[in-house]
């Protein structure tokens, strides 16, 4: 691990893994973080990975210790993220005679539990074996589509001596993968668009290409829009971006691609999911053609029919694409400057300066994008803190927003803002969450004050599950009294007793001092910041419609009459 550059690994402690931290204590190279949840310590493993793309290493002990962390793994496998995930294990002597927490084949099985969430999960049988099982599974988290790995390590065999070897990078591998063929199809059909657009998804962030979109989009001449997961590949505030495509997204957005105006729809690291298409009800195909780029070539076509498919590596497709179509194409702009003309870029705008009581959550973004450095990194957990970020929060620098849409966990970047934070040394990070998934993992703000990081938690106070609780008023009419706190939470106090700043907000101007001082501050701060409860965020209805579709017999139009659009 110290020769793949891991620097830490984010975890609880427990019997069976003792010989690796007393390993980890002489050599003095890798660190532990001592997370107070084994879920929180694999979110923070999955962030510290998307931030620095490279390998993020977890663990946790046998029994509970692995399965607390089961979450944040497969949230990691499903955001494609490089995470190894070390389990303890009891000795191999005592297999079968049930030891506490055995997590064998005898008991628990660790190894058939993880393996549906990673793309690889395996038992060290054979200490000879480590170094070599060791180097396939961080190959396989690290290659092709990146993934989480799991090894379950019986404490037996971590005391066991090995013969001693020079042990090459395990991320050694021939250049990008690339369809070049495929390629240069798609390189004429683009050069010979009139009305070309391109939707960029997560896949461009994970290949680190958000510089080679730019510049295609500005030499080639082409609109960008992007998914709620790929939003911050492309600076939003650049005359060519439509904003976010799908869930939380804008009109812009949607507008140009049902306008039919478009003649080709280059989509590049994106499986057209139901966040990025509204449930599949938007015109991804029609009379244009359809260009799709995607490293795993199950992706390519399993939600719409394409023209042109191209397995690669979305670097190096950009790439390839730079160098074939020229800045001298003949484009016409008239359909996208009409709909930016005449689409506004925000719904609900008027509530981007309102002064009203409670704080409206559009005023409260505003305030954050003021408040905020445009390298500052911002980690948006589930919930309705989705829509006001996707929506709201305007990105202009490429790699400062950070979602888990895969498994979409509440409480994701409650913890995972942390090992964000660790990821990239000197850059400040912010927290975007809702109360209730500050609930979950706020405890995690302490490993923060252990490890000294300028990390704000910005937590939307709506007193409980707010997206369920307007979920239900828009789809049956009520509240069905299963989503409000009882007792509001005070995430302000639980900060201070975790010996972090603390302050609860209101309005508009205490909210613009709290982020001054937070921004100022050089630990941990959580802000508790009161919001309107009963401002509905916007898309939420067609999110309730979608889910209203999946879950009831009634027709389309039945449900649209229910949820009033």
Not at 100 to 121: A, H, N, Y
Not at 276 to 284: C, E, G, Q
Request: charged share 20%; net charge neutral.
């Amino acid at each position: 691990m110290e020769r793949e550059g891991v620097e830490y690994i984010f975890g609880v402690p427990g019997g069976p893994l003792t010989a690796l931290f007393e390993a980890m204590q002489e050599r003095g190279r890798i660190r532990l973080v001592l997370a107070k949840h084994e879920g929180g310590a694999a979110f923070m493993a999955a962030s510290y990975a998307r931030v620095s793309r490279q390998l993020a290493v977890c663990c946790g002990t046998s029994g509970p210790g692995a399965t607390n962390a089961l979450t944040g793994v497969a949230s990691a496998h499903a955001d494609s993220l490089p995470l190894l995930f070390l389990t303890g294990q009891v000795g191999t002597g005592v297999f079968g005679k049930g030891a506490i927490q055995e997590s064998s084949t005898f008991g628990l099985d660790l190894v058939t539990l993880l393996r549906p969430v990673t793309k690889l999960s395996a038992m060290f049988t054979n200490a000879e074996r480590i170094p070599d099982l060791l180097r396939a599974a961080i190959r396989a988290a690290t290659t092709g589509r990146p993934g989480a790995v799991h090894l379950n390590m019986p404490a037996d065999m971590l005391r066991q001596p090995v013969r001693t070897r020079v042990l090459k990078a395990a991320r050694d591998q021939p250049s990008a993968v690339l369809d070049s063929v495929a390629l240069e199809r798609a390189a004429d059909e683009l050069t010979k668009a009139k009305r070309p657009c391109l939707l960029a998804g997560h896949g461009v962030a994970l290949a680190g290409a958000e510089a080679e979109l730019l510049q295609l989009a500005r030499a080639a001449r082409i609109p960008v829009m992007t998914s709620p997961k790929g939003k911050g590949v492309f600076p939003e505030n650049d005359p060519l971006s439509l904003g976010v495509l799908g869930f939380g997204g804008h009109e812009r957005a949607e507008n140009y691609l049902q306008s039919n105006a478009i003649d080709l729809l280059l989509v590049v690291g994106s499986s057209l999911n139901e966040f990025v298409t509204n449930a599949w009800t938007l015109p991804i195909t029609g009379p244009h053609q359809l260009v799709q780029v995607d490293i795993d070539p199950t992706m390519l076509g399993k939600n719409y029919p394409v023209d042109v498919p191209i397995v690669g590596d979305a670097r190096a497709a950009l790439s390839g694409l730079i160098k074939s179509v020229s800045g001298s194409v003949s484009r016409d702009f008239r359909p996208f400057d009409e709909v930016r003309a005449n689409t506004p870029r925000y719904l609900a705008a008027e509530a981007i300066d309102s002064d009203a009581f409670p704080l409206k959550p559009q005023r409260l973004m505003m305030e954050l994008r003021k408040a905020m450095p445009d390298d500052a990194m911002l980690f948006v957990d589930n919930g309705t803190s989705i829509i006001w970020g996707v929506h709201y929060f305007e990105i202009r620098s490429p790699r400062t927003f950070f979602v888990d849409l895969g498994l979409a966990s509440m409480g994701a970047a409650v913890a995972g803002v942390v090992g964000g934070a660790l990821g990239a040394p000197g850059r400040r990070a912010v927290a975007l969450v809702g109360d209730a998934a500050f609930a979950m993992n706020g405890f995690e703000v302490h490993t923060a004050v252990d490890e000294h990081l300028p990390i704000i938690w910005l937590v939307l106070n709506n007193n409980g599950h707010g997206m369920v609780r307007q979920g239900d008023q828009l789809m049956r009419g009520r509240d069905l009294g299963a989503s409000q706190f009882k007792f509001p939470l005070d995430s302000a106090g639980v900060a201070r007793a975790l010996g972090a700043r603390g302050r609860r907000v209101t309005t508009a101007v205490e909210l613009q001092q709290a982020l001054a001082e937070a921004f100022a501050h050089d630990g941990p701060s959580v802000i508790d910041a009161v919001i309107d409860r009963e401002e509905v965020a916007p898309t939420l209805a067609r999110r309730v419609q979608t889910l209203a579709s999946f879950m009831s017999t009634k027709r389309p139009s039945d449900i649209r009459s229910l949820i009033g659009g």
